[in-house]
């Protein structure tokens, strides 16, 4: 069965303060590692998606890796503005279905 | 475009009754699902349509739930009776395709619902 665990669960940072995001999986033929961001009370909003390992993606101050068991979610210099829920989610031989952790909950205080 | 829309935003009802929840998918997007979110078990799908039928059931939780999609533009998830522990966020999201970047699933803003 695929697993998806994030960790931390909660992170607390200074403005500037960079960090990473951690997410193990445990999945049959991976088709895709996505992270999404939360704000409360909001859907979840597409960040990235990596299909192989050694594979990085940049978004501002966003930056993701993936290896064969675990993608980090890199946070360079945040700002409050970051503060959110990020979420990771993988995508095995089950074509369409996600699996999802259950998220960091990152604040970034000014 | 104005990306997926939901609703009501809010649900509030007494245990016991039918809840119908809405969800227009992106436009040309062949792929809808249906999620539900707590904070004890976090994000699960519930079901999932391709080309408006159902591919996979497999999360509905009871008899209770059904979701139809009678066209491209539109679903329902509906609880009935609906019990206190249905309370949650039901989002719907939907995606263009399986590959090449399209696989990607966009979310609405969800209904939270509270059965009382």
């Known amino acids: 069965e695929d697993q998806v665990t994030q960790s931390p669960e909660a992170l607390r940072l200074q403005e500037g303060e960079s960090s990473s995001l951690n997410c193990s999986y445990t999945v049959s033929g991976l088709r895709g590692l996505f992270w999404y961001r939360q704000d409360p009370g909001k859907g979840p909003e597409f960040l990235f998606t990596?299909?192989?390992a050694g594979e990085e993606k940049e978004k501002e101050r966003l930056k993701a890796t993936l290896t064969k068991k675990e993608s980090f979610l890199h946070i360079t210099a945040p700002k409050p503005e970051d503060s959110a829920t990020y979420l990771c989610?993988?995508?095995?031989?089950?074509?369409?279905?996600?699996?999802f952790g259950t998220g960091t909950r990152l604040l970034v205080s000014p | 475009d104005a990306g997926v829309i939901q609703s009501p935003r809010h649900e509030v009802t007494e245990m016991g009754q039918e809840v119908t929840l809405r969800c227009k998918p992106i436009?040309?997007?062949?792929?809808l699902f249906w999620y539900r979110q707590t904070m004890m078990r976090g994000l699960e799908l519930l079901i999932y349509?391709?080309?408006?039928?159902?591919?996979?059931d497999s999360g509905m939780p009871e008899d209770r739930f059904s979701a139809k999609m009678p066209n491209a533009s539109f679903s329902t998830l509906k609880i009935q009776p609906s019990e206190p522990r249905d309370s949650a966020v039901y989002f719907c999201a939907s995606s263009a395709g399986l590959a090449g970047g399209h696989e990607t699933q966009y979310f609405g803003p969800g209904t939270r619902l509270l059965v009382l």
């Open positions: 436009s040309g997007h062949d792929y």
């Open positions: 990596l299909y192989s």
């Open positions: 349509f391709n080309n408006n039928v159902p591919i996979d």
């Open positions: 989610a993988v995508r095995g031989r089950g074509f369409q279905k996600l699996v």
